[in-house]
């Protein structure tokens, strides 16, 4: 669930986050930037499948399906990119990334019965959102790196607090959190 906060943030803060890292001339790679990290979002979702079929000694499956992907990824490049420039190529890549993703994860339930985190996901977008709500309020301010590390860290506090308030992180991860500060 905390892996999801920097990609939500990315979605909906693009042109800031490009901006202030980069430069006023890397935001027009916002909604680029935004189908990539979508793309990412959908593969966190199917968990780690490729280290559990590494415990499976499956890594000629994992070396086929990255080929596979690799594949898939350059001959969408191909077709996309003239037709739609830079966001042909990001939808070339995350659909190369999702279909590697669904590959190990059907893989993986030969092995054990894993369901995907419906709960999770719901817990994170919906902190997500108001965690966007509340950032969305100050980000026209947003102009300089002091202002855009508070700003990420305003959306990251409103984001965990709703994960706790939403019961979506428990009593046992915050301590497993705290005990990493300490």
């Known amino acids: 669930l905390i892996s999801m906060a920097p990609g939500i943030y990315l979605i909906a803060f693009p042109e800031i986050s490009l901006g ?3 430069g006023d001339s890397f935001t027009a790679g916002s909604a680029a ?11 966190l979702i199917f968990g780690p499948s490729s280290n559990s079929l590494k415990a499976f000694e499956e890594s000629r499956y994992i070396a086929v399906t990255y080929g596979l992907a690799a594949v898939i990824n350059l001959l969408l490049n191909g077709l996309l990119v003239p037709l739609a420039g ?8 995350s659909i190369a990334m999702v279909l590697q993703a669904v590959l190990h994860f059907r893989r993986v339930r030969h092995y054990v019965s894993v369901p995907l985190p419906k709960w999770g996901v719901i817990y994170g977008l919906s902190s997500g959102l108001l965690a966007v709500i509340v950032a969305s309020l100050i980000a026209q301010e947003i102009d300089s790196a002091h202002l855009f590390v508070l700003h990420i860290a305003l959306f990251s506090l409103v984001y965990v607090g709703g994960l706790v308030v ?3 992180v428990g009593k046992k991860e915050i301590q497993s959190i705290l005990s990493l500060v300490r």
Do not use: D, E, P, S
Not at 33 to 41: H, P
Not at 86 to 93: E, H, K, Q, S, V
């Open 166 to 168: 939403t019961g979506g």
């Open 33 to 43: 930037l935004a189908i990539l990290v979508i793309g990412q979002a959908i593969v």
């Open 20 to 22: 202030v890292l980069f």
């Open 86 to 93: 830079l966001m042909g190529a990001a939808i070339a890549t």
